[in-house]
T-cell receptor
Framework: AQSVTQLDSHVSVSEGTPVLLRCNYSSSYSPSLFWYVQHPNKGLQLLLKYTSAATLVKGINGFEAEFKKSETSFHLTKPSAHMSDAAEYFC???????????FGAGTRLAVHP | DVKVTQSSRYLVKRTGEKVFLECVQDMDHENMFWYRQDPGLGLRLIYF???????EKGDIPEGYSVSREKKERFSLILESASTNQTSMYLCASSNGGSKGAEAFFGQGTRLTVV
């Protein structure tokens, strides 16, 4: 069975400082992993995905994530937060024959001036 | 662009009513999903379908059923709506044949059961 744990429900940073959103996963199969973002009253948008190629994955808007199999982690980072990054972020695992997607509970990122 | 369209943005229904939520995708995707989103719980999978007439229960199927008679359309049915089914419902589709296929989401239906 697959599962995802997002270790922080809320993260607050100052504009211009680094962002770290933590995600651990569990999967019986070789997983694919995703980060999605949801801005207030907007739909879900894919930030980046890992599918067993390079372990460091770059996404949109300066975000990146590193797949660490030994730690079963897929943490999302950004060197410098921007006010527009304030949103809810979801870590997602996909595995098995039908590529069923399992979401974490989400991390709400607040960015302060 | 891939488009996933949910038939309603907002719905208000009475307890005990049968409710239909419709979702249509235009990219010939094999997989379609229904999730509900509640604060602090993320998106929880209700049902998914990997082909026409094929479906599997997700994590919270109780009180729901689904129908997929055509590849592009996936319907979620609340057999007898209850107040604890008040939530945001999200439909998604993906290319089932590709490892790591991205899912595309509709804008959501906010359902209120009174």
């Amino acid at each position: 069975a697959q599962s995802v744990t997002q270790l922080d429900s809320h993260v607050s940073v100052s504009e211009g400082t680094p962002v770290l959103l933590r995600c651990n996963y569990s999967s019986s199969y070789s997983p694919s992993l995703f980060w999605y973002v949801q801005h207030p009253n907007k739909g879900l948008q894919l930030l980046l995905k890992y599918t067993s190629a390079a372990t460091l994955v770059k996404g949109i808007n300066g975000f990146e994530a590193e797949f660490k199999k030994s730690e079963t982690s897929f943490h999302l980072t950004k060197p410098s937060a921007h006010m527009s990054d304030a949103a809810e972020y979801f870590c997602v695992v996909s595995a098995g024959g039908y590529n069923k997607l399992i979401f974490g509970a989400g991390t709400r990122l607040a960015v302060h001036p | 662009d891939v488009k996933v369209t949910q038939s309603s943005r907002y719905l208000v229904k009475r307890t005990g009513e049968k409710v239909f939520l419709e979702c249509v995708q235009d990219m010939d995707h094999e997989n379609m999903f229904w999730y509900r989103q509640d604060p602090g719980l993320g998106l929880r999978l209700i049902y998914f379908s990997y082909d026409v007439k094929m479906k599997e229960k997700g994590d919270i199927p109780e009180g729901y059923s689904v129908s997929r008679e055509k590849k592009e359309r996936f319907s979620l049915i609340l057999e007898s709506a209850s107040t604890n089914q008040t939530s945001m419902y999200l439909c998604a589709s993906s290319n089932g044949g590709s490892k790591g296929a991205e899912a595309f989401f509709g804008q959501g239906t906010r359902l209120t059961v009174v």
